[in-house]
C-alpha cells in the first residue's frame, strides 16, 4: 500500500474514534451543570482558536490584521449577522492596508 493510503486510513480511525468513544462512554445524558456548561463553550472555544490564528496570517501585517479583527468583534458584539460582520472586516482590513501603504 502507498504511503497516501496509509495516511488517509490513519487519519480515518482518528477521526471514528474521536467522534465514537463519547459515544459508548457517555450512555447517560450528561446532568451535572458543570460539564454542561463547559461542552456549552466548546464549539465557540475551537471555532476561534482555529479563526484567530488564520485572520493573522491572512495579511502580511499585523496591524491591519487587529484592525480587521476589531471591527469584526465591535460588530459581532453589536449583534451583527455574519455576513455583514466579514464583510466590514474585510474592507476594514482592505482599507488598513490602502492607509499604512500611504503613510509609509
Sequence with gaps: MSRFFVCALAMMLVT????AVPFTLFRRKVTNRYAKA????VP??????MTVPAAFYATGSV??????????????????????VSLAACAAAF???????WLS
Excluded: K
Design 95 to 101: 482599507a488598513a492596508t490602502f492607509v499604512l501603504q
Design 63 to 84: 496591524a491591519v490584521a487587529a484592525f480587521g479583527l476589531l471591527v469584526a468583534g465591535v460588530l459581532a458584539y453589536r449583534g451583527r449577522g455574519l455576513v455583514v
Design 44 to 49: 465557540y472555544t475551537v471555532l476561534t482558536a
Design 16 to 19: 471514528y474514534f474521536v467522534r
Design 38 to 41: 463547559f461542552l456549552y463553550y
